[in-house]
């Protein structure tokens, strides 16, 4: 067969075109991978955004972000005891993994509370607004110390440096602002649950 | 008077029980020994008490002032002591406490001067809210947002006065369009006058027959007035649904009427605002409704705000039921009173004493058997049945699709429920978690952002620490080369050096041939000095001076004698060397 035929078999034109597509896709997606290059890992940022950002170092990893990166690593999921277990949900819901329990070794899930310098009793040490993560505490050397309770998060961080032992951890209780409707209570999936209380 | 061309989706048609309490004409009810009004009455925020304990108030005064936008104005209802400020249970569904100014009234209602702007058409509109907003007026309906922030609206075209009151046995309005016409429309035209509206459409149901009537007589015949009546359905009293009836419009979703040009009012709400501007009255009262079987005379009073209802429903002859319930507000979107001794507030628009027989309490709840009443019924057009199957789940995204936050609570589905599952309380908390989630989002990404700054602040410092210290660094080094330098100039010992040196250089040069003319300079001078000293040694001798300077002159003469010696062989020396 000549030049001319060889080209114009119904084979060779076939896979001439996906020769030429295949090149085409494949610059196409070169392109692509460059111009749409995503900084940063995505995933680390998602999992950030789950966690309750109290910086306290409970997971034993320096500040959320860190262990936001570890976890994307592949840590475990269950270190926050602030987030407690509703994070450990959320955060197996975003990687697809089963979620446990919270690990005991990090500590407990507690109320959420907020740190409370007893103003009379601070000596003006600064070693709490040192400590503080989030900069909720406000004072200088030698003058009283207080805590800004809206910025505070409730890390703990600050206790634990205080040489007079002046800070409380004070829980956060409901107030009318906060209040909410629970959901109804006792509500059995069928008749028969909420009937077998009484009969037995 | 026109009827209705639309009406909205849904909606049931409970039974009225209007007839309980509107054959009566409005009461004024008698003074409490006590009135207790809460510095927070309304959605908003909660004013600042301007009154101290112990201070005399006069009826009328302002004895709370709001701390922002949001916020009322709170007003003494009658004159007398205050004799606390303190935490005290309030009409909350939560039966928490909250900051009440107490007063202990003296009976003799004293009253500060007070006068109004009968000619309120000269004042500008900012000038007429800003009354409305010292007077403390909010939403009468039932909500209680804040009146003048809705005012202020802009680009308004149509006022919508409600006089729906669509809820069973409430009638709080119907008896003030009966009998107070004339001022509620008195107030419509001052919120026109301030919202700029081109017209006002009031709309009342039809199961009102005498208030429409006097409601017509009282209204100007104009074409912008329109008074629109409708068939008597529950929840055509919702803003919504009544702006839907009356224009056929939606307001969109998560928007406000004045997005579609619209402002709506309640009637109660117009005659407050009349009351504030042409007779100079804040909210001081209201009138309410009080009704249920467990009364024995039913009607409506107007009430001093801070009025304990136990103080009330004595005045109406109650009788103490066996399980006591006290319904705030009606059977459908009301809450059960914590306790008897709550005081009247400003969005107290009934209040509901039945006894066990008229409101059963709900049955239990059965499984959810998909029979889509509840869809039908939503006036809100949605799906209740979802919304229930994701409120019980937890599943807030889903919540957020389905549209929960349209949700008005009016409780349409939990009535039409076969099943009576009590789907609206589902809402109501899963809106509640949605809240506090997301309250807890923001205060995540707020510390995330201050423990960001910090950081940053902290990488600052250290930078600056460290370029202090390459700096200090740097001087220190500078300084030492310099004083270095300094030393090679002026350091003494050095310096003695060099004149050393230049000195031997100098005797050096001496001993070099030509240096003799010197030599014999310096023997000439030698001799010169030994011929002084002679002459000193003679003098001495002649004059008898001590044996001592006798002695050292002799030393001196015989010394310089020796050296002219000397210097004689080396001269003698250097010639014999020549």
């Known amino acids: 067969m000549n030049m001319a035929e060889f080209f114009l078999n119904d084979l060779t034109q076939t896979v001439l075109v996906f020769l030429a597509l295949g090149g085409l896709f494949g610059l196409l ?17 998602q999992i950030n955004a789950l966690l309750p950002q109290t910086q306290c170092g409970q997971c034993s990893h320096p500040g959320c972000r860190p262990y936001a990166e570890a976890i994307a690593q592949g840590e475990a999921i269950n270190k926050c005891p602030p987030g407690g277990e509703d994070t450990i949900h959320r955060l197996a819901d975003l990687l697809g993994v089963d979620p446990q329990p919270l690990d005991g070794e990090h500590g407990i899930e507690k109320p959420k509370t907020v740190a409370f310098i007893r103003e009379a009793e601070c000596i003006g040490c600064t070693k709490c607004i040192q ?16 805590v800004i309770a809206q910025e505070c998060t409730g890390c703990d961080l600050c206790v634990e440096p205080c040489p007079v032992d002046c800070i409380d951890m004070i829980e956060v209780t409901t107030n009318i602002k906060t209040w909410g409707w629970e959901a109804p209570q006792n509500d059995g999936i069928i008749a028969t649950d909420r009937m077998s209380g009484k009969a037995a | 008077m026109n009827s209705a061309e639309y009406t909205f989706h849904g909606g049931i048609r409970p039974v009225e029980h209007k007839e309980d309490s509107n054959t009566t004409p409005i009461e004024m009810a008698p003074i409490p020994p006590m009135l207790v009004l809460p510095l ?41 002591h205050v004799v606390a400020i303190e935490p005290r249970l309030i009409a909350h569904p939560s039966g928490m406490q909250d900051t009440c100014v107490v007063i202990e009234t003296d009976g003799l209602d004293a009253a500060i001067d007070a006068s109004g702007y009968p000619n309120w058409q000269n004042l500008d509109r900012t000038e007429l809210c800003n009354i409305v907003r010292w007077s403390g007026i909010v939403g009468l309906g039932g909500a209680g947002f804040p009146t003048d922030r809705k005012l202020n609206a802009k680009n308004i075209k149509t006022l919508v006065i409600n006089g729906t009151e669509c809820e069973p046995y409430i009638t709080a309005d119907d008896l003030c369009m009966r009998e107070r016409a004339e001022a ?34 009282a209204m100007p015949s104009s074409p912008d007035w329109k008074l629109v009546t409708f068939p008597t359905k529950y929840p055509s009293g919702g803003e919504k649904q009544l702006i839907e009836i009356l224009t056929g419009r939606q307001v969109p979703r998560g928007g406000l009427p004045a997005d579609i040009g619209i402002v709506c009012q309640n009637v109660g709400t117009a005659l407050a605002v009349k009351e504030a501007i042409e007779d100079g009255k804040p909210l001081i009262s209201r009138i309410t409704t009080f009704t249920g079987q467990a009364l024995s005379r039913r009607g409506n009073l107007e009430v001093r705000l801070g009025t304990p209802v136990s103080y009330l429903l004595d005045y109406m002859g109650y009788t103490e039921q066996k399980v006591p319930r006290l319904i705030m507000g009606g059977p459908m979107m009301g809450f059960i009173l914590p306790d008897a001794g709550v005081p009247i507030v400003k969005t107290t628009n009934c209040i509901l ?7 059963p309490l709900p049955k239990p709840a059965q499984p959810c058997i998909r029979c889509g009443f509840c869809a039908e019924a939503c006036p809100a057009t949605l799906l209740p049945q979802q919304l229930f199957w994701h409120s019980k789940s937890g599943n807030s995204d889903q919540l957020e699709k389905h549209a929960l936050s349209d949700c008005i609570e009016c409780g349409v589905c939990s009535y039409v429920c076969p099943s009576s599952i009590p789907l609206v309380q589902y809402f109501r908390a899963a809106k509640h978690e949605i809240r506090t989630h997301r309250a807890q989002q923001l205060q995540a990404e707020k510390a995330l952002e201050r423990f960001e700054a910090r950081q940053q602040r902290l990488e600052r410092e250290a930078l600056e620490r460290e370029a202090t210290r390459a700096a200090r660094k740097a001087a220190a080094k500078a300084k030492a080369e310099e004083s270095s330098r300094f030393a090679d100039e002026a350091d003494p010992v050095q310096a003695a050096i060099e004149r050393a040196k230049a000195k031997k250089a100098r005797l050096i040069q001496q001993n070099q041939p030509g240096a003799q003319q010197n030599a014999e300079t310096a023997l000439q001078n030698l001799k010169a000095k030994l011929a002084s000293q002679q002459s000193s040694l003679q003098q001495a001798e002649v004059d008898g001076k001590g044996d001592k300077i006798i002695t050292a002159l002799h030393a001196s003469v015989s010394r310089l004698e020796q050296q002219i010696a000397e210097s004689n062989t080396e001269a003698s020396s250097q010639d014999a060397e020549k």
């Open chain 2, 40 to 80: 927070q009455q309304h959605i908003g925020s909660a004013a600042q008490a301007c009154v101290n304990t112990g201070e005399y108030v006069y009826k009328g005064q302002l004895i709370a002032q709001a701390a922002d936008a949001n916020g009322a104005n709170v007003h003494a209802s009658s004159s007398g």
């Open chain 2, 353 to 359: 004493a039945p006894d066990s027989a008229e409101l």
């Open chain 1, 131 to 146: 400590a503080c993560p989030v900069d909720a505490i406000l004072g200088a050397a030698k003058l009283m110390h207080t």
């Open chain 2, 184 to 217: 509620i429309i008195r107030g419509c035209e001052i919120l026109k006058h301030i919202v700029g509206a081109d017209s006002v459409i009031v709309g009342i149901e039809d199961n009102k027959p005498e208030a429409i009537e006097s409601m017509g007589k």
């Open chain 1, 29 to 45: 997606l070169g392109y692509a991978s460059i111009r749409f290059k995503v900084e940063g890992d995505p995933i680390v940022e």
